[in-house]
Nanobody
Framework: QVQFVESGGGLVQPGGSLRLSCTTS????????MAWYRQAPGKQRELVAR???????LYADAVKGRFTISRDNAVNTIYLQMNSLEPEDTAVYCC?????????WGQGTQVTVSS
């Protein structure tokens, strides 16, 4: 069974920063495209950022220039550096792993941006 350990969420003031981490096990991490999704209350889940197995990155328009996704294959971990956070970024952030038809989800970590 694939396992995810997500961390780094919490409460932060507008304009602040957080760094999310997602460590996986029981998959060949390096061949998977990895991503962060988020779901705010009453809204559909949306893609925040993706990083392919080759290191290519993709960002949602709402976070371009503020968020950075990265990966460290040596420790089976992806990161999401979030700067200039806004109240609209408040959501549960989930880690996703994708390889061909195989897709796995983490449990999520809460991010709350509020003064």
């Amino acid at each position: 069974q694939v396992q995810f350990v997500e961390s780094g969420g919490g409460l932060v003031q507008p304009g602040g920063s957080l760094r999310l981490s997602c460590t996986t096990s029981r998959i060949t991490f390096s061949i998977y495209d990895m991503a962060w999704y988020r779901q705010a209350p009453g809204k559909q889940r949306e893609l925040v950022a993706r990083i392919t197995s080759g290191g290519t990155t993709l960002y949602a328009d709402a976070v371009k220039g503020r968020f950075t996704i990265s990966r460290d294959n040596a420790v089976n971990t992806i990161y999401l550096q979030m700067n200039s956070l806004e109240p609209e970024d408040t959501a549960v952030y989930c880690c996703n792993a994708l390889y061909r038809t195989l897709k796995y989800w983490g449990q999520g970590t809460q991010v709350t941006v509020s003064s």
